[in-house]
Structure formats: structure tokens, C-alpha cells
């Protein structure tokens, strides 16, 4: 049986009670080296085998995983953040398909709440925004062209911008070019709720030297829209004593 595990945004006690008794029950361990916060490696039994994903193809993780299947071992393989989010777990489960290899998949907290916690903000503030664009920008992975970050910022919705603290610049332009105003409020969290976390805040017109500044290039989410200013909202109607809920009756009434 294998475990597509989400380990969490970074700090070793944000991955779920449910990842955590996986991960101490597992004797084949593949994480992403680069992202996972290997703290979380102490939980691992003796003799559980560790391998780093950042040095394999897939290939190579699915040779590690056929192997522990005819030995009948337990395999978690460990993802940042949540695992749906640009985790590439639908190849991994296509090729654990083919093979007839079950497997389940354990959530995890993604970056994009972690960001949230650090800023800390709200993303969906009435009469702001309702929704979350979660994307990024074009890089080795292409976007398909009816979702260029252009066409979302049309909405001036809350974004969260993945993968893309490398291109700044870039990035900013195209927010601009869609229709946000260079003085929209905006964040960059740098390895949100891991020691070194960093909370940069700017405007989508200042993206670029901010991130220059305190030289961030990587591990970093960028969000923009109006609602990181965390104001001018109304509040909701769910906590209002004017209104009745299912559970809750008006002061009225
Ligand atoms: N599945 C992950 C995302 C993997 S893609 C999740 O749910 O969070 C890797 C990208 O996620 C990084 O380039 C960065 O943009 C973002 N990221 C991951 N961890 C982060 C963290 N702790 N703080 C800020 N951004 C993070």
C-alpha cells in the first residue's frame, strides 16, 4: 500500500495527525527533499528506507515503489504543501495504476493557507472578494493560454501566485497589463511558518524591487488584490445578531 502524503507548508508540526501515524508506521519513505521539512524524517521507525525525490525521476520512484510492493511493505511518499497542488501525484497514480499498486491520498496544509496564517489575512473578505485564484506563472511547465495571469487579475479577485518568485518583474507587468493598479496591495511570503519565514509587503507595481530587496528568488508565494489591505469590508452576516442562522436566532425574533 502506498500513502501520498501532504507533509505541510513547512513547520514539523502542521502535517495532519493522520500523515504524522502514516509516516511513523511507513517502512519506505520518498520525500521532496527540497521542500519537506526534514524534522519530520525523526518520525520515521528504525530501519525505514528514506530516499530523496529531488534526486529521482519518476521512474526511479516507481522502481522504489514496485520494490516495497512485492517485499509487502508500507510506502508513504511525502509531498509538500498539499499534494493536489502542483504535487505531479496524478502521474505517480496513473503509473501505480497500471501496476495495479493501491494507494490513498492523506491532505496536507498547503503554502497558500500557511501564507495566510503568516500574513495573517483573510482571502475572501465580503464585498472585496469571494474567490481564490490559485496559479502561476509560465516556466518550464507551460499555462494554457486562456489562463495567462492577464486574464485572472480581469477578475481583481484574491491571487496566489505559485512557482513564480523567480520572475518578479515579469510577473507584475502582467498583473498591470490585466487591470490591477500598481498600487494594489500585495505580499510576498517567503517559506511561509518555517523558522526563516519572511512577510514582504507591497503593491503589485513594487513586486519586483521587494523581492530584490530582501533577495527572494524561491520557496515564496506572491498574493495580490485588493483584500491583502484587510479593510474596507463588510462584515459577514453569518456572525451578525441581525440575522437568524440554522443554528442561531436573531436578536429579534
Ligand atoms: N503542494 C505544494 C506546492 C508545491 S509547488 C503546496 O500545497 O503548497 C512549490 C511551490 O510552492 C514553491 O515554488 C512556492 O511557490 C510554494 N511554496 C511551497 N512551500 C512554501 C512555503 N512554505 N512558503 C511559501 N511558498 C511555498
Known sequence: MVYIVGAGPGAEDL?????LKLLQKADVVIYAGSLVNPGLLKETKEGCRIHDSGKMTLEDVMQ???????????????????PCIYGAIREQMDAMDARGISYEICPGVSSFCGAAAALPMEYTLPEISQSVVITRMEGRTSVPKRESIRSFAAHQATMVIFLSAG?????????????????TP???????TWPEEKVVRCTVGSLA?????????????????????????????????????????????
Do not use: W
Open 15 to 19: 502535517i495532519t495527525v493522520r500523515g
Open 209 to 253: 524591487e521587494a523581492g530584490e530587496r530582501e533577495g527572494i528568488r524561491k520557496t515564496a508565494l506572491i498574493i495580490v488584490g485588493n483584500t491583502v489591505a484587510q479593510s474596507g469590508y463588510l462584515r459577514s452576516k453569518l456572525y451578525d445578531p441581525e440575522f437568524e442562522t440554522e443554528f442561531r436566532r436573531s436578536s429579534h425574533s
Open 186 to 192: 500585495a505580499a510576498i511570503v517567503y517559506k511561509a
Open 167 to 183: 520572475m518578479l518583474k515579469a510577473l507584475s507587468g502582467e498583473l498591470m497589463a490585466g487591470g490591477y493598479d500598481s498600487a
Open 64 to 82: 522504489e515503489i514496485e520494490g516495497a510492493e512485492q517485499e509487502g511493505l508500507m510506502t508513504v511518499r511525502l509531498h509538500t504543501g498539499d
